[in-house]
């Protein structure tokens, strides 16, 4: 249960809840002439998941998409083509989250309390005191709903990174002739720190 702006923060629910952040990469190798075809496929499940591309490069993709289908995306892009690498990562943010929400609950508080006391304020130096104090509190409270905005976000949609791969070089039987050749002519006059 991720807040909006105008709800009251429970942290009671919120200690019973995980709040996760999931991210993932993976590399696949696709043939040349099949790429323009896998990043079509690509685009329409993100599109089709509710999800959308934040980066595209020519060989490579960025995407978001809802944390309930980021396994699911994650075994799809398996199968198109050959999985050369694939990394999962999982960052628990729990206990930020529940402290900045305890945070901007006690802010708003605090800012009910200042504007109350702004109302009854009987001279100008406790007026300009508490519209000083009040100005500083709802910045606070701007940047920690800002906080749990991004929380939010990072928690209701994960992240992939996508990168598409050409196919190994597959040599033929000359071939691996003149690859060990040139490895060796490499050898006799490149040399690596030992």
Known sequence: MITTENE??????????????YTGSISIRIPTSEKEEKIKSIRGYIEGKKGY????????????????????????LKTLGELESRSINAKDITEEYIDTGIRLENARKLQTRLLDLLAKAKSISDTLEIEKELNRV?????TLQGKMNYFKNIVNFSEVSIYLLKPKTQYGPIGYVFYWIGSGVEWL??????
């Open 189 to 194: 006059f490149v040399r690596g720190e030992e």
């Open 53 to 76: 591309i934040q980066r595209e490069d020519l060989y490579s993709l960025t995407v978001k998409i809802p944390a309930t289908e980021f396994f699911s995306l994650m075994d799809y």
């Open 138 to 142: 709802t910045n606070t409270v701007d």
């Open 8 to 21: 009251k923060f429970d942290s009671d629910s919120a200690s019973n809840t995980r709040y996760i952040s």
